[in-house]
């Protein structure tokens, strides 16, 4: 397992953006993947995105496609969520989260589990 600490939530109002930043301790390599969940008030935690390092596939949650870019940066051990037109209903606690594996099959998001969490951070849209 790594260690992520996540950067980089706030206030914003509707149709803005935000960025979210994760930086990951300990070596990132191989099928490992980053990406993010999050987790309304009430609600299941959800997929947002993630990337897998081998190929820098990228994957997305339907809700957040055209809107959410998620990029990665391998020599720093970074990843990022650049959200844009942001809307209420993004509002949430966004966790970055990582593992060594990744699904080879869809549904990429709902059959990931990753074993490395972050402490989270608030994400709050003003509409």
């Known amino acids: 397992q790594v260690q992520l600490v996540e950067s980089g939530g706030g206030l914003v109002q509707a149709g803005g953006s935000l960025r979210l930043s994760c930086a990951a301790s300990?070596?990132?390599?191989?099928?490992?993947?980053m990406g993010w969940f999050r987790q309304a008030p009430g609600k299941e935690r959800e997929f947002v995105a993630a990337?897998?390092?081998?190929?820098?596939?990228?994957y997305y949650a339907d809700s957040v496609k055209g809107r959410f870019t998620i990029s990665g940066d391998n020599a720093k051990n970074t990843v990022s969520l650049q959200m844009n037109s942001l809307k209420p209903e993004d509002m949430a606690v966004y966790y970055c989260?990582?593992?060594?594996?990744?699904?080879?099959?869809?549904?990429?998001?709902?059959?990931?589990?990753?074993?490395?969490w972050g402490q989270g951070t608030q994400v709050t849209v003003s509409s």
């Open positions: 300990g070596r990132i390599f191989g099928n490992y993947a």
């Open positions: 989260a990582a593992d060594s594996s990744f699904p080879y099959f869809p549904p990429y998001g709902s059959r990931w589990s990753p074993r490395s």
């Open positions: 990337l897998r390092w081998s190929g820098g596939n990228k």
